[in-house]
């Protein structure tokens, strides 16, 4: 960020309460809503290779303008720039400081694609400014961050949609309806995978790498420390960034899991296995997670691996074709519930879902399509009607909190922990709590009071 592009340094960044203060002023006087008729001005904070994807599907609406392309890292513009303007038929502004754009009163919403340390605290800027929010998942970097959305949303009466776009998926809701008819009977086991292959990195380099310019790494950085620049996506397999391929990609199945057996919030337990064991190349994060989740009789297990070459997503290209089901035993995403009547495959990428019977009969064969533009029509609506969203904050938090549960079980030795709903906290597991909340770099700070 360049402190001439926007209001002055002092006003945001003496403190952690003037960055996010400011905000909750601005918000008091902004009351403009998006009328019936009226095009949703949304503004894009990270532009990276998803953000631009869903900004240009945005432009490319006749309902909503994208006003705002703003990134830390100026060569970005371009090639973000020129693919909104040739969805919408102009060119959207361009910012290294995102609070310009939150500024803008005519701004109603803010794409949040940004890596996942800014997530939260992005999000909750953006509320305090009046804006409502399209968050990309994992919706939060620590437990403690999804309450601090919750009540931002509540607080600054914002819409927040997290990118959890299968949530919109017509055919998930018909598997929910048939598991919640009884059909598959009592179901007391559910797994869910996330198996696939991923590249070894170099090794991290002994010195930063110098900044190149146009990239404002500090505030990259945010409420992360400062680390040595590294120009490769090593930030993926660092805990001051990421939470790793549990949160980064296997949270769709996760959340996928959740709706199909009625949207449990917390577990009892969680308890993960695994480490690093085959991307030896001096990540932090774990390739391999078995994590088991007990809620109630109800047993959730989740494998995930990433060095099975022979476990594969659907191709893109198939993805909203309405395809028969996939070959099931080497899909990378799949959901699988069991009950006592008979089993379901449930597949993430448009892959349908399939029940067997208790003679391993297959009974149902439902194909099935993705649903991003329907995940976009569902968060336009919701700012116009002001309803809560498909993929709503709370289910944004309890999601990602499997992840960050499974994730702290692993960072304190792969212990079983019992996990208290009411105060979102562990039990009698300080070495755990620690975990809950990060440790935040002034003046990027998410303060208690939202």
């Known amino acids: ?29 902004k009351a403009h809503a998006a009328g019936a008729n009226e095009k949703v001005v949304i503004g894009l904070m990270g532009c990276g290779g998803r953000g631009t994807y869903v900004a240009t599907m945005f ?80 919706m939060t970097h620590s437990a403690w961050e999804g309450r601090k959305m919750i009540e931002a949303a509540a607080k600054y009466k914002r819409v927040i949609q997290v990118g959890m776009q299968s949530r919109s998926c017509q055919y998930l809701r018909d598997a929910r309806d048939y598991i919640s008819s009884g059909k598959l009977g009592d179901v007391y086991l559910v797994r869910v995978f996330n198996m696939m292959q991923h590249p070894m990195r170099k090794k991290p380099a002994a010195e930063s790498a110098p900044v190149p310019p146009g990239f404002d790494y500090e505030t990259w950085c945010g409420p992360a420390p400062v680390v040595p620049y590294d120009p490769s996506r090593r930030w993926l397999d ?140 569902n968060f336009i609506a919701c700012i116009k009607n002001r309803q809560k969203p498909a993929a709503n904050v709370e289910q944004g938090h309890y999601s990602a909190m499997l992840c960050h549960l499974g994730n702290i079980s692993y960072r304190v030795g792969n212990k079983k922990l019992a996990f208290d709903a009411a105060t979102e906290t562990f039990k009698d597991a300080p070495e755990a709590n620690k975990f809950l909340k990060r440790t935040y770099r002034a003046p990027w700070v998410i303060p208690d009071n939202v």
């Open 238 to 377: 660092r805990w001051e960034f990421s939470c790793g391929a549990i949160a980064g990609d296997a949270v769709h199945q996760i959340d996928l899991a959740r709706a199909l057996i009625g949207d449990k919030p917390f577990p009892d337990t969680v308890c993960h296995a695994g480490g690093v064991c085959a991307l030896t190349d001096g990540r932090e994060i774990p390739d391999t997670q078995m994590v088991t989740f007990e809620f109630g009789k109800l047993t959730m297990l989740f494998e995930s691996a990433l060095w099975t070459p022979y476990m594969t997503k659907t191709p893109m290209d198939r993805r909203d074709k309405g395809q028969l089901p996939p070959n099931w035993a080497f899909n990378a995403t799949r959901i699988e519930v069991l009950g006592t009547k008979g089993f379901m495959y449930y597949g993430r990428h448009g892959d349908g879902w399939q029940v067997f019977d208790a003679k391993a009969e297959s009974v149902v064969a439902a194909p099935g399509r993705q649903a991003d533009k329907e995940h976009h029509d």
């Open 59 to 138: 432009a490319g609406r006749p309902d909503t303008e994208i006003a705002y392309v703003c990134d830390v890292d100026s060569r970005r513009f371009a090639r973000a720039r020129d693919a909104i303007e040739e969805a919408q038929g102009k060119p959207p502004k361009t910012t290294q400081d995102f609070r310009k754009m939150l500024e803008d009163k005519r701004v109603d919403a803010v794409i949040n694609a940004t890596p996942d340390h800014w997530h939260a605290l992005g999000s909750i800027m953006a509320c305090q400014a009046g804006k409502d929010v399209f968050v990309e998942k994992p």
């Open 1 to 29: 960020m360049k402190p001439s592009d926007s209001i002055s340094r002092r006003q945001f960044v003496s403190t952690s309460a003037s960055v996010l203060g400011t905000f909750a002023i601005v918000s008091q006087h």
